[in-house]
């Protein structure tokens, strides 16, 4: 497979790549560090914005300049954690099977939780986006109830909903729920 061939960027879409790091670059980062364990990663993520934005052309035509970095923002996120949970399954497969049998686990076990992690993953991306923003911010970013509550400006009861549904639907999904 062929990689395509990047054009390089015209001034004015430059122009606006430059304008829009600054003015969108710190709340990028505050988005970020909301989102990510590893500060470190925060600045490799911003940046990943501003490439995929710079693969476009006619930056000039993008109406809603805030809500597409935002869009791109959580395109990276999504693509941030697939590759973070891969590489997790890759570190998996470099213990052999004497290793899992000394620590006390079968390769069986070790297998079936991958699976139940796979069809986890897939779940999160089968949820509706507002459910599973709640889902990640409680299960994966420590947010307390009331915190989503007040940042997402909806009631408690609200979040507490989509976070039964979440794990009901989640618990099916790896098979512990009837």
Do not use: C
Not at 33 to 48: C, H, T
Not at 133 to 142: A, K, Q, R, S, V
Request: glycine share 4%.
């Amino acid at each position: 497979m062929t990689k395509p061939t990047i054009k390089p960027l015209g001034a004015q879409d430059r122009r606006l790549l430059e304008v829009w790091s600054r003015e969108f670059g710190p709340a990028l980062k505050k988005y970020f560090n909301k989102r990510v364990s590893f500060p470190s990663e925060v600045d490799d993520l911003v940046q990943d914005v501003f490439v995929r934005l710079a693969r476009r052309a006619d930056l000039d035509s993008i109406e809603v300049v805030e809500g597409y970095i935002f869009q791109t923002a959580k395109a990276s996120i999504a693509e941030y954690y697939r590759k973070r949970a891969s590489s997790r399954a890759d570190l998996q497969d470099m213990f052999d099977e004497e290793e899992h049998k000394v620590a006390g686990i079968s390769i069986e076990t070790v297998l079936a939780s991958r699976e139940a992690v796979r069809h986890l993953i897939a779940g999160l991306y089968e949820l509706p986006e507002k459910t599973r923003d709640i889902f990640t911010l409680y299960h994966f970013e420590g947010y307390k109830q009331t915190q989503i509550a007040q940042e997402l400006k909806i009631g408690i009861r609200t979040v507490e909903r989509h976070l039964a549904q979440a794990n009901i639907f989640l618990l099916r999904k790896v098979g512990r729920y009837r």
